[in-house]
């Protein structure tokens, strides 16, 4: 009997051992997890700023103020290094009591209110450039850089990230001037003249024109370029695609179907005109693009 016993209760030991090993099967080594963080938004001074980050970091903002010129805290192009141009806007991230700094990671930006400066850049093909982001350092009384933006499609408003808040800075690096343009008598001259120079040149029966702006006087622009070419018996499309990233793909895919017309005309459309060029190219078409100083269509590519 000793002995039956002691065997069965070696059978049950290795039953339950090999249980518990089958229990983990296929699991491996159990490994702590860690919290996921948890991403929120925020929206201050009356929905002009939506910041958005981890719920821990956001939680340790206490509101933001948009800065006015003619503050003091407002800051100069001088006052910042890095050939700023202009000042586009200046914003203060207040922080609750007790808390002294909002660490890493960056805070996005998901919309910030640019206004009429975003415009200006967007109206002289500038929307695709990077807008540096300041942090002003009160112990050193200087200015460097806290993170980056870029103009959205609609170009009063911004997004993009910041390493850390604090009274911020958007800048421009780029001139924000207004281009000076010719009389709108002079314009209407210059625009018939480009066109009856394209149709010699490219002999086209079908032209898309495409203007990115609703400023004046693109949309003057765009009319008379159309009336020119359907009053010379060149069949002309036109359509708002505010940025030539937009064109690229509409060209490519139009391309790859048979469907490109025989020259493409921009006008007020923001970014780099030259990034078309391996599409026109690739698909035997020319370019123009408005020069908004001159008043004329200026041939880009071939």
């Known amino acids: 009997m000793k002995t039956s016993y002691g065997f069965t209760s ?3 030991i290795a039953l339950l051992m090999a249980l518990a090993q089958c229990s983990c099967c296929g ?9 996921t963080t948890k991403i929120t938004t925020r929206s201050f001074s009356g929905g002009n700023v939506t910041l958005k980050g981890d719920e821990e970091q956001l939680n340790k903002i206490a509101d933001v103020e948009l800065i006015p010129e003619g503050d003091a805290r407002y800051p100069k192009p001088q006052d910042i290094s890095g050939n700023v141009t202009d000042i586009l806007r200046v914003f203060e991230i207040k922080l609750k009591p007790g808390v002294k700094s909002v660490a890493p990671p960056t805070i996005t930006i998901k919309d910030i209110h640019i206004g009429q400066k975003g415009v200006q850049l967007k109206n ?8 540096p982001i300041h942090r ?11 993170g980056v933006a870029k103009l959205k499609t609609d170009p009063e408003w911004a997004d993009g990230e910041i390493w850390s808040a604090s009274l911020l800075a958007i800048v421009s690096t ?22 009856k120079q394209i149709i010699a040149n490219e002999d086209p029966t ?33 359509e708002f695609i505010p940025d030539v990233s937009i064109v690229r793909e509409r060209l490519a895919v139009a391309g790859d179907a048979g469907e490109l017309p025989d020259c493409i005309v ?3 459309v923001s970014g780099n005109a030259d990034s078309l060029q391996d599409t026109i190219v690739e698909f035997k078409r020319s370019l123009y693009v408005y020069n908004e100083e001159s008043g004329y269509l200026e041939k880009r590519a071939p």
């Not at 699991?27 to 919290?35: D, K, L, Q, V």
């Not at 002003?136 to 806290?146: D, L, R, V």
Request: hydrophobic content about 35%; proline content about 11%; cysteine-free.
């Open 10 to 12: 070696v059978l049950v």
């Open 27 to 35: 699991n491996g080594p159990a490994t702590p997890t860690s919290p």
């Open 124 to 131: 002289q093909g500038l929307a695709n450039r990077d807008l």
């Open 136 to 146: 002003f350092e009160p112990s050193t009384k200087t200015w460097p850089q806290a």
């Open 174 to 195: 780029a001139p924000v001037g207004v281009p000076t343009q010719p009389p709108l008598e002079d314009l209407e001259a210059r625009v018939y003249e480009s066109v």
């Open 206 to 238: 079908t032209v898309f024109i495409v203007w990115g702006s609703e400023a004046s006087p693109y949309g003057e622009v765009t009319e008379l370029t159309r009336a020119s070419f359907e009053e010379q018996g060149v069949e002309a499309a036109q």
């Open 266 to 268: 921009l006008i007020g």
